[in-house]
Structure formats: C-alpha cells, structure tokens
C-alpha cells in the first residue's frame, strides 16, 4: 500500500533553511506529480509546491522564491529546500502523490522562531 515517510523538519531561526524529505512507497513513483502541502495551527492545507513526473514545478506565490521541490526517481524520494524561513512558514509539512491525493503521511514540524 501507498507510504509517504517525512522527515527533515525541526527549529530554525527566521532566515534559516531546511531540507525536507520525502520517501515513498508502494506505487510506481515515476509515474506521479508529488506534492508538498503544509497545514499552519488553525487553518486550513496549503499547497506549497508540486512537481510533475517529468520534473515540472508549480509553486505557491509565497513560497517561489524561497522554496526548491526536487525529486529523485531512483530513491522514490521527493525533497523540498527551503531557504530564508519566516515565522509564518511554522507548519506541519506533509508530502503526498496524485497516485493517492486522500492518503497522508504523518507529516514534519517545522518551527520558526527565534
């Protein structure tokens, strides 16, 4: 079955950076747009990025010019650099896969703050 694995988030300091990952399982990765969604305290999920299979990239307006989505077909892995963080970037970060847009991982913390 369909697994998407988080990992890379943590606390950093406004202006920080961080690389988040993304491992995933049970589908044939290739074949599929993967995505990075984050969901802030008390409001809804966002869209922050999405890359096609064939590398095509899509960025939320807020985010394009400090945030990089890659992929990696041959680790099934999705990664999502992200460079001068702002407190308002604080969220829960999950990847998910067109292959299944209802599954969820467990997703990462991020914390900006000083």
């Known amino acids: 079955q369909v697994q998407l694995v988080e990992s890379g988030g943590g606390l950093v300091q406004p202006g920080g950076s961080l690389r988040l990952s993304c491992s995933a399982s049970?589908?044939?990765?290739?074949?599929?747009?993967m995505s990075w969604y984050r969901q802030a305290p008390g409001k809804e999920r966002e869209l922050v990025a999405r890359i096609g299979s064939l590398g095509r990239t899509r960025y939320a307006d807020s985010m394009k010019d400090r945030f990089t989505i890659s992929r990696d077909n041959a680790n099934n892995s999705v990664y999502l650099q992200m460079n001068s963080l702002k407190p308002e970037d604080t969220a829960v970060y999950y990847c998910?896969?067109?292959?299944?847009?209802?599954?969820w991982g467990q997703g990462t913390q991020v914390t900006v703050s000083s």
């Open positions: 049970g589908f044939t990765f290739s074949w599929y747009a």
């Open positions: 998910n896969t067109d292959y299944r847009k209802d599954y």
